[in-house]
């Protein structure tokens, strides 16, 4: 079975600074794909990244990167000098390789205090 | 952004009354799905098209039906809506399945009143 656990449920930061979002999973599978959307207050949802199972390399993007280790099944989000346009509920998910189901976590709601 | 709309966008209905959304995309994807998302459960699939015609049950299936009569359209009705099905309703498409990104339209809020 595929579990993907946000245990943050709110965080708060003032602008410009760091913050990491949790995310851990749970899966048999040794081919799979983690995600990470970000939700804004208009309320689309934005991809942001996609990771595979061999790829354990971290990623940056601008302010944004991602910590992936196997070892401890989790897939943190960092959000380096934070502003008030990352408000937003973050969602991880988690997918297996030909399948067709993205099992999300209950999303973390990030506000970002001026 | 990835050509997908949603409609209605929102929705007031009565228990009992059937309803149908559609999810329009103008990217010619194969693959099709319909979320609900409800606070504390995140998004959670109940229904997918793999092509014309093609369409499979996700995790939450129970009173809705689906179809897809073009690559561009993917309907979803709730046949006598509850107001358990209350919720927001996100379409999305997907180039490939499971490990391709999938991307969201803009939702459909309903209401079962």
């Known amino acids: 079975a595929q579990k993907v656990t946000q245990a943050q449920t709110e965080i708060s930061v003032v602008e410009k600074e760091d913050v990491t979002l949790d995310c851990v999973y749970e899966t048999r599978d040794t081919t799979y794909y983690l995600f990470w959307y970000k939700q804004p207050p208009s309320g689309e949802l934005v991809f942001l990244i996609r990771?595979?199972?061999?790829?354990?390399q971290n990623e940056i993007s601008g302010r944004y990167s991602w910590n992936f280790q196997k070892s401890t099944s989790s897939f943190n989000f960092t959000i380096t000098a934070s502003q008030v346009v990352d408000s937003a509920v973050y969602f991880c998910?988690?997918?297996?390789?030909?399948?067709?189901?993205?099992?999300f976590g209950t999303g973390t709601r990030l506000t970002v205090i001026p | 952004d990835a050509g997908i709309t949603q409609s209605p966008r929102h929705k007031v209905t009565e228990t009992g009354t059937p309803v149908t959304l559609r999810c329009h995309q103008t990217?010619?994807?194969?693959?099709m799905y319909w979320y609900r998302q409800d606070p504390g459960h995140g998004l959670r699939l109940i229904h997918y098209?793999?092509?014309?015609?093609?369409?499979d049950k996700g995790e939450v299936s129970d009173g809705y039906s689906v179809s897809r009569s073009k690559t561009e359209d993917f309907l979803l009705t709730l046949e006598s809506a509850t107001s358990s099905q209350t919720s927001v309703y996100f379409c999305?498409?997907?180039?490939?399945?499971?490990?391709?990104?999938?991307?969201f339209g803009p939702g459909t809020r309903l209401t079962v009143t």
């Open positions: 998910a988690l997918n297996r390789a030909g399948a067709n189901n993205l099992f």
């Open positions: 999305a498409i997907s180039r490939l399945a499971g490990s391709y990104e999938q991307y």
């Open positions: 990771r595979n199972s061999f790829d354990e």
């Open positions: 990217e010619n994807h194969r693959y």
């Open positions: 098209s793999y092509g014309v015609k093609d369409t």
